[in-house]
């Protein structure tokens, strides 16, 4: 099986779906001849034609509304919003319409269309190429919110976004788009090459939305962690010396609430971790059902680690950027707790 | 390097600027006033081959086309030749969705329903438009068109129980009265946000097109809401991809109490938006029936011959309030709509229809009591049924259709209802 | 002192704010002439003037941005989007641009704008007329949301939010702008007449925004609520018969924390309340909150009430609306624990 | 009601739609080709009076004035007849810009900065338009106007400092380099978000107006960023409030790999945009110094003397890449530049000037060599404080700025990082 990386992945997800279904294209900005600025649709154009994967105007609301329209006739559109820092124009027609039109319809309108964004710091990308909305988008009825970590999950959760009748929020944490970068900044990186979630089947496969990944297996505490974060609490649990179950929740909304429960009812102790500012972060929603469900088995507070509430910097990208010291630090609070 | 400017201190006697707040012609009190209003003589304005190319076009964005002259004759290029029989079921469509509009508006003031909007005075718009596509293409209205509804035979008494919420909605109650959803008349879920389905219509047609078909896309927006950035959007992409879309502005002069130069609409046209994309645009007397449909059949025919789109101004007038939560006697004169110099589409429909001796007062009487008769039995089809509260589709439905699946939160919440 | 309802109170904080200071101007679609849907800014072009009270295009996006170019000019706008439900457009120029000029230019432009908006359900609005998007605002690092429940507040507040010198969000529970509405919708309605909150004084005054306001003390649990919804809780206190500490929190950003902390800390339960879905809701970041920092004083669960995770519907509006039946409900649940 | 229209089985003729996709003329391996491109000889555009109705003014958003001819001479009506000084200044402006972008390029390849982005073959739009403003004139940039600051003698080590994130950044190294901000030289905070600042210069041209003063607003976006929703929110306000702006669309024919037409650059000029909305339009030679000078001093009589906003497009080209993340050779032909019709705007300031005889070759290599040592000094000055990495304002600072006053949760959260 080749060994590929998040972008190739991606590519091959993309490519997969057009090639079994006449109904599946392809658009963005520079997302056609040139292939995306982060090459994720390269090649795309070339092999499917003009029509199927092509170049949109620079505005991020009609690019959303014209896939909206698309999904309405029967199509199902996989678009791509350059830097999820540039998804808000678009947000009205994610909102009020995409997540709504089944709803208000009774059904007989739907809006299938998957909206991949890459999202996430940790690339000196400054505020506008860094940022972390994904919880904007699971406030909304009628979305859903999906964060693959990996290659092998890129690809699988892709296909099943692309295919689902839902309109989907695709956010590609772009710090590994490479390799599972884990925060360790001043280190070597990894490439995913040789990783075993970098081993890709060639054909069509899907992976669920919903459904969690436990990556490590542990006792002491469940950390909850999606994206980059997922390799960061991997870390981090080295780091502390704790032997930390860590839940790669890689669908948001749907949530995979039982795998959730399962392990902080078995550990006792939760800590959650975004790259997002805390406040109305998704982890407050992760906390809150956590407390809910798992009250009389929490040993400790739920640790929240999160990006801070000030807008992404730039130059100080490793202070702002929850990295594994401060995962471990959060841990050992769940530990005495 | 040095500063080329000239600071302040050095041009004291530069002017002070100061901020201009548009106003209309009229308020309350005041007579009404629509010489800014740019018209032209029935007949005058030039009918370009469909193939013409979009700036040839772009002089008719100033001018208006007009079919029916002052006396309701059919003069002009733009002369549609249209058989009477097509034109007495306009005529009949206009005059349903009159007496349907009528029939709700005092369903609301007996606490039949929360709310309620009119299109009284632009019915030509919708009902021409709808007779010349088909059913298959697909219309993005506003909550204006419901005219399209009815000229297509969209049954009056669905319509009344979309209006109650009421058991046998087809929309489950989940929307505000009027936001009707056919996907089988071609009419697409009509938003309460304004504008955002006129770039939807555009990548329907776009989708249209990559499948090789011929269906083609009609999208709707008012005057005050082409502010919105979707607006642009829409025209942007419509012309960039040659979309077989027609693009509609339906100016009717006001925006709830704004009047349409708050959207630039004393500054040129609405259809000179059109110009700024290269698209083709037509400036039309929209209570003009043949009018409407000969501009109409030109869009269409560009945008099936793989042309792409066309904007198209119906100039028009809110008659009526603009929903029942207004009171239009606070922002405007009273009698504007009696003043407005293109009159009202049904009396100048019926005009015409009458003069070439195809219509009589008989027949007006007949059409009026019929439709009256039409809205009374659907009326009591939906009572029937019940109005808002007294009947109404089961909770239940209530925590359906959020997603094709089943959501756990969702299912546990409908649990917490105990439905 | 005269008795004035919420639409009169917040009438009277624009004109006192516009008489006091002539950078003050306010102007929004039907706003001008007619004085706003709400009757809001009813005479205050008439009184004003009419560069200082005016209607503006149907372009949320263009309300909100020339109003931060004119607070980056140095003046103060007040401006009105008609529902809050329409509030998505101008989106991106709350979140990228008013939230972050200060930031991103080192303190030297500044953006004091403030957003008024109807929001909320209970008047038969249908999904597009009901919605509560509070938390969508509470995310964004920069911004300020703030919620008044009464016409004294609701004047003070937005006398505070016109003289803040961030964006404020001000949301308007429009369900109460006419009276205390306790979610019996089958009952009758009280007019603020006569309520000793509607004793609004004629000039100026500010209510600092970040100070909550405890509305009922009580031992057995706090409830944490604004809006409609602290006259909801307070009536469902009423119907549990539980000695409720019912605090409005007026403030979500900036919250007062301490307020919070220290009622929970004394009752040891407490119920999170408002209209908006459940998940990613204000209400998950108040419950992730309370349990970091009560932990060790909860005795039972914190629970959440809440509008359901779908649109808001126009026929079931009362089976949606979080009415004092389910906040009673809440409570005994909290209460058993 | 019946349905008038014709189902499609009773048209089984109809032609079958298809997409249409928008390409360049050409791509990498092509030869550049600019046909497309519409032009017009120098001098042959007409000048309207600045009070001339924006109607009048519409023909001018299809032609492009310029004022320099092939040999180098100023001709024409909108000739500005500049002193010889304020030419060469303009002149050492534009070389000294180009020097700095060619040294902070090759800072970001050894590894000094994150990133950066040139504004070559585009250095006149900025620096003749600064050279028009005064400096309490507001400008709300884009990435690519580093030009207003560098005529505007803003400390290029200052700029440098930015760029580097340094401890001397004024903006506490929070934004990505070239995003420089500073009130004091009239040049708004550059956003990341494209076309945001569009609408935000005509609400500051409005405060100004409410206030009587007499400063005025310069706004630019690019070609590409005139598809987003902002740029006809900015339109719409600006026209209806009549703003003292001037809207400038900078036309380099490319956003990052997408050529304009794909933002319907191919379908009409940008400059008719502005016909949309009824303001003046003007379509210049953005790589003519003199005709960009002379378009923005007709723009800003306007605007000072309460005529409103114009909007006016300079058709140049992208010499470099789009940024240092780009290789431009990936998606268009190499030599497009060198190609390109409307030349280069040094090398065509250099010959007015030297046909004027006020400049030489030595004047132009000791200019060259000033602004190198300028630009070396200024690096000195800067990589003294140090480059990204190296030196950085404080992590406290990071915690500021986010509000006015205090915020316990930020606070928190530094005492978290113990700062
Ligand atoms: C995005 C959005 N903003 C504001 C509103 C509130 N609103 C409803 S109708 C209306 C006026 C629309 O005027 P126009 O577009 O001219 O259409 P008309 O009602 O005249 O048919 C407004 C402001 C809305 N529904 N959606
Ligand atoms: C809202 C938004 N969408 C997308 C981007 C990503 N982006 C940065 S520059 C650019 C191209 C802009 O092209 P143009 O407006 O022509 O300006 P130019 O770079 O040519 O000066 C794009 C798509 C962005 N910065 N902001
Ligand atoms: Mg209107
Ligand atoms: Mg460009």
Known sequence: MPSLNMIQALNSAIDTAMSADPNVLSFGQDTGYFGGVFRVTDGLQGKHGLTRSFDAPIAEAGIVATAIGMAVYGLRPCVEIQFADYIYPGYDQLVSEAAKIRYRSGGEFTTPITVRTPYGGGIYGGQTHSQSPESLFTHIAGLKTVVPSNPYDAKGMLLAAIADDDPVLFFEPKRIYNGPFDGWHDRPVRPWAGHELAEVPEGPYTVPLGQARTMRQGADLTVLAYGTMVWVSLAAAEEAGVDAEVIDLRSLVPLDIDAIVASVKKTGRCVVVHEAPRTSGYGAELSALVQERCFHHLEAPIQRVTGWDTPYPHAQEWDYFPGPKRVAEAMRRAMEG | ?419
């Open chain 2, 1 to 419: 390097m040095p500063d080329g400017s000239i600071p302040p201190q050095d041009r004291p006697n530069a002017p002070k600027l100061s901020l201009h707040i548009p106003e209309p012609a009229g308020r309350p009190g005041d007579a009404p006033d629509f010489s800014a209003l740019p018209l032209s003589p029935a007949g005058a304005a030039p009918r370009p081959a469909v193939e013409a190319a979009p700036r040839d076009t772009h002089g008719l964005a100033y001018d208006l086309i007009r079919v029916l002259d002052e006396t309701g004759q059919a003069v002009g290029p733009w002369n549609p030749r249209l058989d009477p029989d097509h034109l007495r079921r306009g005529l009949q469509a206009m005059i349903l969705t009159r007496a349907f509009d009528d029939r709700m508006h005092r369903a609301h003031r007996q606490g039949k329903t929360s709310f309620y909007m009119k299109c009284t005075g632009e019915e030509a718009i919708a009902i021409a438009q709808a007779m010349v596509l088909t059913r298959e293409d697909m219309t993005f209205p506003t909550y204006r068109q419901q005219g399209i509804l009815i000229a297509r035979g969209y049954p009056l008494a669905t319509m009344m129980n979309q209006i109650y919420s009421n058991a046998s909605d087809p929309i489950l109650g989940r929307q505000l009265p009027i936001m009707y959803s056919s996907k089988e008349f071609g009419f697409f879920t009509i938003s309460g946000n304004l504008g955002t389905q006129y770039p939807q219509a555009v990548g329907w047609a776009m989708a249209s097109a990559y499948k090789g078909d011929d269906r083609i896309a009609a999208a709707y927006i008012g005057d005050g809401a082409t502010a919105e950035g979707d607006f642009h959007n829409a025209l942007t992409f419509a012309a960039v991809y040659r979309a077989p879309v027609i693009l509609n502005i339906v100016n009717n002069q006001w925006a709830i109490s704004t009047f349409s130069g708050m959207a630039g609409g004393g500054l040129t046209t609405f259809a000179a938006k059109g110009i700024a994309y290269g698209l083709p645009t037509l400036r039309v007397d929209g209570n003009d029936f043949l009018a409407v449909t000969a501009a109409t059949q030109w869009a269409e025919q560009r945008a099936r011959s793989n042309l792409g789109a066309t904007v198209i101004e119906f100039v028009s007038y809110r008659a009526a309030q603009h929903s029942t939560s207004d009171d239009p006697s606070r922002y405007r004169p009273a009698d504007e709509f009696d003043n407005f110099p293109l009159g009202d589409p049904i009396a100048r429909l019926r005009r015409h229809l009458t003069g070439l001796g195809e219509w009589d007062d008989a027949r007006q009487a007949a059409a009026e009591a019929d439709a009256v008769e039409q809205v009374r039995a659907a009326g009591r089809e939906a009572e029937a049924v019940g109005t808002l509260g007294q009947s109404r589709p089961s909770v239940k439905t209530m925590f359906e259709d959020v997603y094709a699946g089943d959501d756990w939160r969702i299912r546990e919440q409908r649990q917490e209802v105990g439905v």
